[in-house]
């Protein structure tokens, strides 16, 4: 029904286990990225990891997130998030774990965002798209984790790897 440069709209005649039949509407997507970056050594006590103050249409406002994006073309969700780090903050890691990869919302989109921790910084250039409007924050990982309890984090992705890479470290 639509394909615009982020999602495709379709509507989808399905049939459902007990054997009923019906229209969805789908949304589609190529995938995501997202990246929990640490700015010091996550052995370190409370170590700092590097948030994002985006502008974000949608939501009305800047809001808090870990840098993330859209996969391109054939590229691995390592390669996605790799770039998206690069793009949006100018770091590269050395290290790169995946964290886990989930659904945003299986009601009604085959969004998948693979969320990873990423250790050994090194700082370079961002070059972000000329539609995202940010700042870097980094916040030690207590904070992130109070920010998250005190609904300043409200980005669901970004509360997921955070709370995922608090519970790897302890």
Do not use: W
Not at 5 to 31: A, N, Y
Not at 52 to 79: F, K, N, T, V
Not at 103 to 112: K, N, S, V
């Amino acid at each position: 029904m639509y394909t615009g440069r982020v999602i495709s709209l379709d509507v989808d005649t399905v049939r459902f286990p007990g054997g009923s039949t019906g229209d969805l509407e789908m949304i589609r997507h190529p995938g995501a990225s997202a990246v929990v970056p640490f700015l010091d050594d996550p052995a370190t006590s409370n170590p700092r990891i590097l948030l994002l103050r985006q502008y974000r249409y949608a939501s009305g406002g800047y809001m808090y997130e870990i840098p993330a994006g859209r996969m391109d073309g054939s590229e691995s969700p390592e390669q996605c998030a790799l770039r998206e780090l690069r793009e949006e903050t100018g770091y590269s890691a050395q290290k790169l774990e995946l964290l886990t990869t989930f659904f945003t919302t299986p009601g009604f989109t085959d969004e998948r965002i693979h969320l990873f921790f990423a250790s050994g910084l090194v700082a370079g250039e961002s070059s972000p798209e000329s539609d995202e409007i940010l700042e870097m924050h980094p916040v030690p990982l207590g904070e992130a984790l109070d920010m998250i309890s005190s609904g300043r984090i409200v980005d669901g992705k970004s509360m997921i790897g955070i709370l995922l890479a608090a519970r790897k470290l302890a």
